[in-house]
């Protein structure tokens, strides 16, 4: 058995790393920005349900809601201040900027460790997640059921208006092509 300190790093860890090589696929990076910008969803939330996907973890809608609860509260009180200090940082101020960057891909990294730590507390199995990890070379991601309910949880709680709706459920449309090209 996995001592749950260990567990919980070695799953951030691959959270974090696994993460990278998805935000790394073709045309997924804008794809997921536009996410964050336009439709005030969570990149974290986004590759963490991704991430559940390929490790074969099934989240129900009980954990969907405490997930966007962590996302949120983590978001306002870390990365999100963090994130401001950046944009107002001028790109050519070079030091400045990357030391700020640096700062909040560090909140980033907390949050989907808060991710990891919310999950740890609902699932029993956690030595099957290990084996996953142990037993795996490359991301091949799976169907996107923890992607898609992750993102509908997001449209039909904290988006209000038709249009934008509408428009956000196309934008789950194309991560999930993008997703799917990219297999």
Not at 64 to 73: E, G, P, T, V
Not at 93 to 118: F, G, N, T, V
Not at 136 to 149: I, L, R, T
Request: charged fraction near 20%.
């Amino acid at each position: 058995m996995i001592h749950p300190p260990v567990a919980k790093t070695l799953l951030a860890d691959d959270l974090w790393t696994m993460s990278g090589e998805i935000y790394a696929l073709a045309g997924l990076q804008s794809l997921l920005l536009d996410w964050q910008d336009i439709f005030h969803g969570h990149v974290n939330g986004v590759l963490f349900a991704i991430w559940c996907d390929v490790r074969c973890i099934k989240l129900n809608h009980a954990m969907w809601i405490d997930i966007q609860l962590s996302l949120d509260a983590s978001h306002a009180n870390d990365v999100a201040p963090l994130r401001a200090l950046r944009r107002m940082i001028l790109k050519s101020e070079k030091d400045a900027y990357q030391q700020a960057l640096h700062d909040e891909l560090i909140a980033e990294k907390r949050q989907q460790s808060l991710l990891i730590e919310s999950l740890l507390e609902r699932v029993v199995d956690v030595q099957s997640i290990v084996n996953s990890i142990k037993s795996s070379q490359q991301v091949v991601v799976p169907a996107q059921e923890n992607c898609h309910a992750y993102m509908t949880h997001h449209i039909d709680t904290c988006l209000s208006g038709i249009a934008l709706k509408d428009a956000a459920r196309v934008h789950i449309d194309k991560i999930t092509q993008r997703l799917n090209e990219n297999n």
